[in-house]
Each structure stands twice: as structure tokens, then as C-alpha cells.
């Protein structure tokens, strides 16, 4: 298990772009891969973008369009999601999520979570 804090959420326009960090407490960060998911209201959980433990191995499903970018930081623990071109489809909860595969698209392949942060795309 690994704490896992997200940051950066808020409310922004259609169009506009927004970059969530996710930090984590572990030392061993490095050692896992890392993934970002969002849930809105009365749908499933859905993975946007997965990365692996050195940063070179990258996933997202053929949804996001290319709008997202996941990266990492492992001297500073952290991952980023830079979302541009913002839909108010994009309107969820995000979250970030630790996996001891090396790179997973699953969510039942993640064994720890962050607590989530809202983003709220006005159209």
C-alpha cells in the first residue's frame, strides 16, 4: 500500500487545459506503475491514462483522443496528468492509483488509491 494524494482539480472552461498531480508517500514509488482514472456521477470508474515505473511505457484508451498526457516524476514522487482541450464530458472525479504490474490498464490490478479530485468542465 502507498499514500496517494491528488492535487490540481478545479473548475475551468471548455477548451482550457488543467495539469492534477498525484504524490505519493512511499519511497519505493519508483517501483510502481502509476495509473490516473475519473468517475462521474452515475458511471463506472474508467481508466485516462496509465504509465510505467521509469516513465517510458504509456497507455490511454482511444477516448481520450490524445487530449491527455500522463508523466511522472520519481525524484519528487509524483505524476502528472496534463489534460488539454477540456469537454464537460471531462466532468468528473479523478483519481491516481498505484499497481505493482508494469503497466496496467485494469482497475482491479491497482492496490492503492488516492482520495480523488474533482474537475468541473462548464461548457
Known amino acids: 500500500q502507498v499514500h496517494l494524494v491528488e492535487s490540481g482539480g478545479g473548475l475551468v472552461q471548455a477548451g482550457d487545459s488543467l495539469r492534477l498531480s498525484c504524490a505519493a508517500s512511499?519511497?519505493?514509488?519508483?517501483?510502481?506503475?502509476m495509473g490516473w482514472f475519473r468517475q462521474a456521477p452515475g458511471k463506472e470508474r474508467e481508466l485516462v491514462a496509465a504509465?510505467?515505473?521509469?516513465?517510458?511505457?504509456?497507455y490511454y484508451p482511444h477516448s481520450i483522443e490524445g487530449r491527455f498526457t500522463i508523466s511522472r516524476d520519481n525524484a519528487k514522487n509524483t505524476v502528472y496528468l496534463q489534460m488539454s482541450s477540456l469537454k464537460p464530458e471531462d466532468t468528473a472525479v479523478y483519481y491516481c492509483?498505484?499497481?505493482?504490474?508494469?503497466?496496467?490498464?485494469?482497475?482491479?490490478?491497482?492496490?492503492?488509491w488516492g482520495q480523488g479530485t474533482q474537475v468541473t468542465v462548464s461548457s
Open positions: 492509483a498505484a499497481s505493482d504490474l508494469a503497466l496496467a490498464s485494469l482497475s482491479r490490478d491497482y492496490h492503492s
Open positions: 512511499e519511497r519505493t514509488f519508483t517501483s510502481y506503475a
Open positions: 504509465i510505467g515505473w521509469s516513465g517510458v511505457s504509456t
